[in-house]
Structure formats: structure tokens, C-alpha cells
């Protein structure tokens, strides 16, 4: 069974994501928080496996809520703010996913189990904001452990930041999926990173993937 915290300001919303969760038989419900504050306490008292988390919520907003939290649970933010800003500092925060409030009702529920299940969820469109963002801000070198990681697994990381599925890359490198979970679970561990969305942030911020390249 998948627990699921739902932290939005709006109690329709709650009540309308509770019942679509609730109705799968794999998914429930453990708890609600109506700000950024009851989010964390409710995180903390629950320990869900994933938390849909608002990004714009009273007393403390969804970011400083997900930072706050990502060691406890996994966070898939959900909102209906669909800019920059938003998209980078969540993910920088430790979010494992970002959905628009829009996205269709199977797509959040699939949503949820991927992130569940310790992959992170990185839809195109956010992908390609990343990128948009990476290109009017300037590479600082922010991330350590870059020079630990071999050349091999550094073409693993770049495709990862490309946007690349595990299967994609093994037929790019010619290896075996096997290998390819190898060498993504070594940059998780070299890289400090929790997921995937992680280890994209992470090539873009050390410079190994520009926006233009």
C-alpha cells in the first residue's frame, strides 16, 4: 500500500484529490495539511511514501515545506503555477516530481507510484524548462564529487540530463540495462543525489551539460 499526504490550501482540491486517491486500491490517503507548516507536521507524524505537495500555501510555501521533509518522504509537487521558478527551486528543494493541477486524473495517479517506487517523474515540459533555465543563468559549479566520477559514468549522467529513459540509454551506450542501473546507482552515491531529477540538476549545476550543448 502507497501512503499519500495531500498538502493544498484549498479544501475542495483536498477532498477531490482524497477521493480519486482513495478509489485505487494500492493508494491511500493518511493524511491532509491546508498549509506549508501542517504539511511538515503531518509528514513527520505520518512518514508517507509521497506527499502532493501546493507550492503556494499559507505560513510557509510547498518549496521551504519540501525541503523540509525530502529526507522523510518523497514529494511530488502539484500545482497550477507552471513557470521557472517554480520547476527549479522545487526539484533544488528535493521534490521528486512536478505536475500542473490540469494533469489528467490517470496521469497523477501514475505519478504517484513512480515516485513511490524511487524514481523521480520529469515530464518533458519540465525538462525542457530546466534547460531554459540553465541557459539565462550562468554554470556555477555548485556540486561535489564531479571528479570521482568516471568517464562512463559521466555519458550516463548527460544522457540522464537529456532527458534519455534507462532503455534509451542502454541502446545509446550499447550496454545492458543492468549496467545502466549500475552506474546510475554509483552517481546517486558519488553525487549525494536521492533521484533522478536530482542527478539532472546535478549536471547542469557542475557544468558537464550546458543548455546550448
Same mark, same amino acid.
Given at each position: 500500500m502507497i501512503r499519500v499526504v495531500i498538502?493544498?490550501?484549498q479544501a475542495l482540491l483536498r477532498g477531490s484529490f482524497r477521493v480519486l486517491v482513495?478509489?485505487?486500491?494500492?493508494?491511500?490517503?493518511?493524511g491532509e495539511a491546508a498549509t506549508g507548516v501542517e504539511a511538515v507536521s503531518v509528514a513527520m507524524e505520518q512518514r508517507?511514501?509521497?506527499v502532493l505537495m501546493d507550492v503556494r500555501m499559507p505560513e510557509m510555501d510547498g518549496i521551504e515545506a519540501t525541503r523540509r521533509i525530502k529526507d522523510v518522504s518523497r514529494v511530488l509537487v502539484v500545482t497550477m503555477f507552471d513557470l521557472d521558478a517554480y520547476v527549479y527551486d522545487a526539484l533544488r528543494a528535493g521534490a521528486s516530481g512536478f505536475l500542473l493541477k490540469d494533469t489528467p486524473p490517470a496521469d497523477l495517479l501514475a505519478a504517484?507510484?513512480?515516485? #513511490?517506487?524511487? !524514481?523521480?517523474? %520529469?515530464?518533458?515540459t519540465?525538462?525542457?524548462?530546466?534547460?531554459?533555465q540553465f541557459a539565462r543563468t550562468p554554470a556555477v559549479p555548485r556540486v561535489k564529487g564531479l571528479d570521482g566520477v568516471t568517464e562512463r559514468e559521466r555519458e550516463v549522467l548527460t544522457l540522464?540530463?537529456?532527458?534519455?529513459?534507462?532503455?534509451?540509454?542502454?541502446?545509446?551506450?550499447?550496454?545492458?540495462?543492468?549496467?545502466?542501473?549500475?552506474?546510475?546507482?554509483r552517481l546517486l552515491a558519488k553525487l549525494e543525489a536521492r533521484d533522478r531529477a536530482q542527478l539532472v540538476? #546535478?549536471?547542469? !549545476?557542475s557544468g %558537464?551539460?550546458?543548455?546550448a550543448g
Open positions: 498538502a493544498d490550501d482513495d478509489s485505487e486500491p494500492d493508494l491511500a490517503v493518511v508517507p511514501d509521497v504517484i507510484r513512480v515516485v #513511490a517506487g524511487g !524514481e523521480a517523474l %520529469l515530464a518533458p519540465v525538462t525542457r524548462r530546466l534547460i531554459e540522464i540530463a537529456r532527458g534519455l529513459s534507462n532503455h534509451e540509454i542502454a541502446d545509446r551506450l550499447q550496454v545492458g540495462m543492468a549496467t545502466v542501473k549500475t552506474h546510475i546507482t540538476i #546535478a549536471a547542469y !549545476e %558537464l551539460v550546458s543548455a
